[in-house]
């Protein structure tokens, strides 16, 4: 499994706000994201709309998860393919591991897939003597710098372009040195040709899954590059990992859900590539893998069935959420410090490897809504991390100086006129430590607080002396 | 065993036990009827409004379209347009009836090899099954008379499609596949052929800073034939 960082957060995130390049890289890569989606939204007038049939068909998904699973599980076993039900990322591990040896493999291509991030599946098969080869463009980059993915659909969120050049550079050795990369088409193309030869060798290949369709036993990987195309139709096998949320019942349910994927995701109207695999080569075909199995991955996953955290297993990981958090916008994905950054690895991580290690994660939001405004399937992220939040306070895991601080607050907050009455005094001294500037840099106490923001300097009162203020002047 | 504990963590938090069968027989009605949700307004359109929006999006997303009116001049179109982008005149083709039969030695400096595509191939001419407006995005299911690696591993992909194909929505083109499994086509017995690739355009990647490049692992080019087959579409 990826190493789990998420204890150090807040370190984490300091470090990220002092690294010119990655807010150099995230700065350039956001506004992107967003005038695309913003773009995209707004030339489908049912967009609306179809958010609530997604919510709808992934509630109703849910609802029946486990009938529905059966009968993907059939339909795969039906065409021939073979499916297996794993409890731990171990036990997929082990499958895979096995699948591979059991062919002989020696080298093994992979698309994108954010569950083999959380198996770890690299280094697994590394460790066994199988060279995994990573084949969409941003992971093949972060193979290289042996980095993980700080982004769930663009892995490579945090590189500049010279990032590129210069690790192209480094290990593509056989190349003139002094090679130009004029466009960055041409860092495109120097990987297509590299990748080329792996895809051909390669014994096996293993893709993720955005779906799988339960009345016809098929996976759906959506991809710009081709990459996963090419990992599961040239290998003799085909692995495709998924967990167990991705199930959708019809090729109808997901057609609905692909109108919102990629506009939330890229802001391209359709993918170039959405593929449905379903088994393995049909006897009379003239290519396609001899072998296809899925690995159906719980890790964690059931145990939020009839929780307040089963509706985040309607996510279907399009990333909105993240490119218009102004958190992850300031410390990018790594400062999450396990697989899935932004404001669903916030509610997810928690759930998925214990809130004990991971309860920064669902403090790191200013609650601003931006997230659940701009989902597809509507999961109320906010109130998700909210839940999260209590949690860990009720099990006394918040630092006991906010513990201190909270308590005293609501020791005062039962007692209006008093709270009122230190509020008052507390504005006020506030605002004489900061006349004559619009905000602080830092304050006595709340070091936490201003080392990544700045404070406003309050101008005038307290919020009900304002609105007392405004209640009189309308009565007038 | 994984498979019981992962079914019965997901009924406890249900609060359920198995599925009684009367219920479960309402979702495998739900299945066999695949209801349609909404789709949206902008492919309900008439006929040659709906081919105009394909070639539309088609062009939108960086592929070309050439309109003939007559299956015998497909050879020429196809000639002219490798010489126009400075392609050798040569391709691997699908091994599809239609494709067979078309008048190949009208443009006698052609050469092609029906068969599934290799890695030495420039240009790849496949067979298309549906094209659907709404995004511009064609159909391409896997059959031995329409092999996968045509649509992948070749630099420039040409798609001969009919105009009689084009239809508005993606679960029409759903509903070609299964009408045509009905029919005794190489996907009977309504099982789903083993890859049905929608593809919207030539491949790309963005990972890049986030900015769109085209060419990435599939072909860098996407021309479509549109054989102008259906008189209602004109
Ligand atoms: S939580 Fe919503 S917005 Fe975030 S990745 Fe999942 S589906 Fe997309």
Request: net charge positive; charged share 25%.
């Amino acid at each position: 499994m990826v190493h789990l960082t998420s204890p150090a957060f807040k370190t984490n995130a300091a470090r990220a706000m002092r690294d010119p390049g990655l807010q150099k890289a995230l700065g350039t890569a956001k506004g992107a994201f967003l005038q695309r989606r913003a773009a995209a939204v707004a030339a489908l007038p049912e967009f609306e709309a179809l958010r609530d049939i997604g919510r709808e068909i992934k509630n109703h998904t849910l609802a029946h998860l486990d009938f529905y699973l059966e009968t993907f599980a059939a339909n795969v076993e039906r065409v021939g393919g073979k499916v297996h039900w794993c409890s731990t990322a171990e036990e997929a591990r082990a499958t895979v591991l096995k699948i591979c040896q059991d062919e002989g493999a020696k080298t093994v291509t992979k698309g994108k897939s954010m569950i083999s991030e959380e198996l770890g599946i690299n280094d697994h098969l590394e460790a066994h003597g199988i060279q995994p080869v990573e084949t969409d463009l941003g992971e093949y980059i972060l193979q290289l710098r042996r980095e993980h993915p700080s982004h769930i659909i663009a892995p490579a969120f945090h590189l500049n372009r010279e990032d590129w050049e210069a690790d192209f550079r480094r290990m593509h050795t056989d190349l003139p040195p002094d090679r130009v990369f004029a466009e960055r088409r041409d860092i495109l193309a120097e990987a297509r040709t590299r990748l080329r030869e792996k895809f051909l060798a390669a014994d096996v290949g293993i893709t993720g899954a955005n779906f799988l369709i339960a009345e016809t036993g098929s996976s759906v990987i959506v991809t710009n590059e081709g990459n996963g195309d090419l990992t599961q139709t040239l290998p003799r096998v085909h692995i495709a990992l998924a967990s167990i949320e991705k199930v959708v019942p019809t090729l109808e349910d997901c057609c609905s859900l692909l109108r919102l994927l990629a506009r939330s995701a890229t802001g391209q109207d359709f993918s170039v590539y959405t593929t449905f695999s379903t088994g393995p080569k049909r006897a009379p075909d003239l290519d396609g893998p001899e072998a296809y199995h899925v690995v159906l991955l719980d890790n964690g996953r059931s145990n939020m069935m009839g929780t307040e955290f089963q509706e985040m297993l309607r996510c279907i990981r399009c990333a909105a959420c993240m490119n218009h958090c102004p958190v992850y916008g300031a410390v990018g994905g790594h400062a999450y410090g396990w697989v899935y950054p932004g404001p669903m690895g916030s509610v997810l991580t928690p759930s998925l490897v214990g809130v004990e290690k991971t309860g920064h994660l669902p403090n790191a939001s200013t609650f601003c809504g931006k997230c659940e405004s701009v989902c597809p399937v509507k999961i109320p992220l906010p109130k998700m991390m909210r839940h999260w939040r209590e949690r860990e306070f009720e099990r006394h895991l918040t630092p006991a100086s906010m513990r201190r601080g909270l308590g005293l607050w609501a020791w005062f907050a039962q007692r209006p006129a008093l709270y009122r009455a230190v509020t008052r005094f507390g504005i006020g001294a506030v605002a004489l430590l900061g006349r004559g500037r619009g905000s602080f840099r830092s304050l006595p106490l709340a070091g936490g607080w201003t080392e990544g923001r700045d404070l406003p300097v309050p101008e005038g009162g307290t919020f009900m002396a304002r609105y007392k203020a405004q209640q009189r002047k309308a009565a007038r | 065993m994984s498979k019981d504990a992962i079914l019965s963590a997901i009924r406890r938090g249900l609060k359920r036990g198995p599925l009684p069968e009367d219920q479960q027989a309402m979702l495998r009605a739900r299945m066999a009827a695949h209801p349609r949700h909404l789709i949206p307004a902008r492919s309900r359109v008439a006929r040659p409004a709906q081919v105009a929006l394909f070639v539309g999006n088609v062009e939108k997303e960086f592929g070309t379209v050439e309109r003939v009116a007559d299956a015998a001049e497909i050879p020429a179109a196809i000639a002219q347009y490798l010489a126009g982008q400075n392609l050798p005149p040569r391709f691997v083709m699908a091994p599809h009836p239609e494709l067979q039969a078309l008048p190949w030695g009208r443009a006698p400096m052609l050469a092609h090899e029906a068969r599934r595509a290799q890695a030495s191939d420039l240009v790849s001419v496949q067979h298309g099954f549906a094209g659907v407006a709404e995004t511009g995005t064609l159909m391409l299911p896997s059959d031995p008379a329409r092999p996968t690696t045509l649509n992948i591993l070749a630099d420039t992909e040409i798609v001969v499609l009919r105009s009689s194909a084009i239809v508005g929505a993606y679960e029409e083109a759903w509903d070609r596949l299964r009408t045509a499994g009905k029919l005794g086509d190489p996907h009977a017995s309504g099982v789903m052929p083993r890859n049905v690739m929608f593809v919207t355009g030539p491949s790309r990647s963005a990972d890049i800073e986030q900015t769109l490049e085209l060419g990435a692992h599939g072909p860098r080019r996407l021309h479509i034939v549109l054989l102008d087959d259906d008189p209602e579409a004109r």
